[in-house]
């Protein structure tokens, strides 16, 4: 019978071929990567053509930045950006300037940091990768499938068709905000990554942070309705989760969670949100958090004009 390998010689594999990637840096490049990497189930979910390498390659590369972003060790989180050329300062560099950058923002000598905090950096990374995908195994949830219909959509006069579209109606609610708040991340890396003016980043972050209470609004209203909030087949989701596959969000508390969740309102419109989440207790902090978390400053402002919103 064949043995299932552990979870610490899982670790071991994906360490090294860490290392081989760190000695490149990011991003990841095709000729780099190791199967184990390629191979993760997180990899292959994130990829957009799992058949395709090439994709898998990229999906590779975007996980290890929200990895490193997300670094258990606070403390060498920076420092652990900086060995592998996710942060700006050190994109494109050298091993030995990216180590020596690194070293300086740990506060270490550059021999210390290479012998004894590399190796925690790596394989600490490498843990998260595999804990990554052995949650997304275990949470994997897929929007409901569409298909085109020739006709259009007859219910019998059934109680239980009533409530199977009920129950199908607000699955395709919750999906919907999700992918909405899918359009605007996407829509803010693109902004920030282009340089555009501080308006124009400031708008795209308000409409994030109003995305991303629409998807914690429409969690909550399924969990008042049916219970756990359920996606996939004996899969419970709570409302951050759901709100993850859109992509990286700052963490917030529960009781953060209950102010946006309680501040939207679909009539109300983005304007409205912005103003009672400011009214809020704690509201001004979470935006600031929020804005900082995402484009590394605060907005100059809590309301977006209308003239500087992403069209």
């Known amino acids: 019978m064949t043995t299932a390998p552990s979870s610490a010689a899982v670790t071991e594999a994906l360490a090294g071929e860490v290392r081989v990637l760190l000695r490149a840096g990011l991003p990841v490049r095709d000729d780099t990567c190791g199967p184990n990497l390629l191979d993760l189930a997180g990899v292959r979910a994130r990829a ?15 996980l290890i930045r929200e ?56 394989n600490l990374l490498s843990w998260q990768l595999g804990r990554d995908a052995e949650e997304f195994t275990a949470r994997h949830a897929e929007a409901p499938a569409l298909r085109p219909s020739a006709a259009p959509l007859a219910l019998p006069e059934d109680v239980f068709a009533w409530e199977a579209a009920e129950h199908q109606q607000a699955v395709a609610r919750l999906w919907g905000t999700v992918y909405l708040l899918r359009a605007e991340l996407l829509a803010l890396a693109r ?34 309705a049916y219970g756990l909030v359920l996606l996939h087949a004996d ?15 700052p963490a917030l508390s529960p009781a953060q969670c209950r102010t946006l969740t309680s501040c939207f309102d679909p009539a109300a419109g983005l304007d409205g949100f912005l103003a009672a989440v400011a ?8 935006i600031r958090d929020w804005n900082t978390s995402l484009a590394g400053r605060d907005a100059r402002g809590l309301l977006t004009p209308e003239e500087d919103r992403p069209r």
Request: negative net charge; without cysteine.
């Open 67 to 122: 990895q490193l972003d997300r670094l258990a060790n606070r403390e060498l989180a920076d420092a652990a950006r900086l060995l592998f050329g996710a942060a700006p300062a050190t994109s494109g560099a050298t091993l030995t300037a990216r180590r020596a950058a690194a070293a300086t923002a740990a506060d270490y000598e550059v021999h210390h940091f290479r012998k004894r905090i590399e190796p925690k950096v790596i």
């Open 191 to 224: 902004t920030v990554s282009m340089g555009a003016r501080v308006e124009e980043t400031d708008a795209a972050l308000r409409y994030t942070l109003w995305r991303h209470a629409a998807v914690l609004a429409a969690a909550e209203d399924y969990r008042r």
């Open 48 to 62: 957009l053509d799992a058949s395709d390498q090439a994709s898998r390659v990229r999906a590779l590369d975007a």
């Open 235 to 249: 899969t419970g989701l709570g409302a951050e989760q759901i709100a993850g596959f859109a992509g990286w969000t």
């Open 279 to 286: 009214e809020a207790d704690g509201g001004t902090e979470l």
